[in-house]
């Protein structure tokens, strides 16, 4: 069942979404050649409980890490290490933070230094698909509407749609009802209503749709080697659209 969240679990789910969205800011400047990702973690971590917060994903089903650290064809839930960022590379943090028992969720795709145009151009594409996402959510609308407006901005740049994985519900849960896919037919799925809090988040490769997950048990990265970009809002449905809880 999608639950409707109440006025104070929405003030709650705010303030979780906003120190996501500070921990972002907070690290871009750290994000160049030469940090390592075990070191991009340890900063977030100590930022979100400076924040009154918990990082969500440490010890989640097992998870190692505050952060999810994906590295150019690494799609989502790569652990961070000593790996050194260099020049040329892209890297998705995957942030979650928990503020009194309520989660936020957003994930971004970052440069580190000069990139190719075709990585550029990937980056730029994933995010107006992200955007065509939530470009559509209302009251009366549906999860396929949001999945169709995603597949087709992918389709239009011939990026690969990564099926395996999607958005979901949050809450009181990091992961709740309903799965929001990147791919869809409009008018199908769940009813959006006023009150529902969800995360879209677009998986999209420069390269084929198909992934694997490596010996670690966690990091997914593309079949072919082609890198992945994934960009991710936390948002609320609204009386007349939608409100971003992981944003300015």
């Given at each position: 069942?999608?639950?409707?969240?109440?006025?104070?679990?929405?003030?709650?789910?705010?303030?979780?979404?906003?120190?996501?969205?500070?921990?972002?800011q907070?690290?871009?400047?750290?994000?160049?050649?030469?940090?390592?990702?075990?070191?991009?973690?340890?900063l977030?971590?100590?930022?979100?409980?400076?924040?009154?917060?918990?990082?969500?994903?440490?010890?989640?089903?097992?998870?190692?890490?505050t952060?999810?650290?994906?590295?150019?064809?690494?799609?989502?839930?790569?652990?961070?290490?000593?790996?050194?960022?260099?020049?040329?590379?892209?890297?998705?943090?995957?942030?979650?933070?928990?503020?009194?028992g309520?989660?936020?969720?957003?994930?971004?795709?970052?440069?580190?230094?000069?990139?190719?145009?075709?990585?550029s151009?990937?980056?730029?594409?994933?995010?107006?698909?992200?955007?065509?996402?939530?470009?559509?959510?209302?009251?009366?609308a549906?999860?396929?509407?949001?999945?169709?407006?995603?597949?087709?901005?992918?389709?239009?740049?011939?990026?690969?749609i990564?099926?395996?994985?999607?958005?979901?519900?949050?809450?009181?849960?990091?992961?709740e009802?309903?799965?929001?896919?990147?791919?869809?037919?409009?008018?199908?799925?769940?009813?959006?209503?006023?009150?529902?809090?969800?995360?879209?988040?677009?998986?999209?490769?420069?390269?084929?749709?198909?992934?694997?997950?490596?010996?670690?048990?966690?990091?997914?990265?593309?079949?072919?080697?082609?890198?992945?970009?994934?960009?991710?809002?936390?948002?609320?449905?609204?009386?007349?659209?939608y409100?971003?809880?992981?944003?300015?």
């Open positions: 069942m999608i639950s409707i969240k109440s006025d104070r679990e929405i003030e709650l789910l705010k303030i979780a979404g906003n120190i996501v969205y500070q921990t972002h907070y690290l871009k400047p750290y994000i160049k050649e030469g940090i390592t990702t075990l070191e991009l973690d340890r977030a971590e100590d930022f979100i409980r400076s924040k009154g917060a918990t990082p969500s994903c440490k010890g989640y089903h097992g998870f190692p890490a952060l999810c650290t994906s590295i150019n064809d690494e799609v989502v839930h790569g652990i961070p290490s000593k790996r050194m960022l260099i020049n040329g590379d892209i890297i998705t943090l995957d942030i979650c933070a928990c503020y009194k309520y989660h936020g969720d957003s994930a971004w795709t970052y440069k580190v230094g000069e990139v190719s145009n075709e990585v151009d990937l980056m730029k594409e994933t995010e107006e698909a992200l955007y065509a996402g939530l470009s559509v959510i209302k009251p009366g549906r999860v396929g509407d949001i999945s169709h407006a995603v597949e087709e901005v992918a389709n239009k740049y011939k990026l690969g990564v099926r395996e994985l999607c958005g979901h519900g949050v809450g009181h849960n990091l992961h009802e309903p799965n929001i896919p990147n791919f869809g037919r409009a008018g199908y799925g769940p009813l959006l209503k006023e009150g529902m809090v969800f995360a879209v988040e677009p998986m999209l490769n420069l390269g084929s749709q198909d992934v694997c997950m490596l010996d670690d048990g966690w990091t997914i990265v593309t079949y072919d080697g082609k890198p992945s970009a994934h960009f991710e809002h936390t948002v609320l449905v609204t009386k007349d659209g409100q971003i809880l992981t944003g300015e």
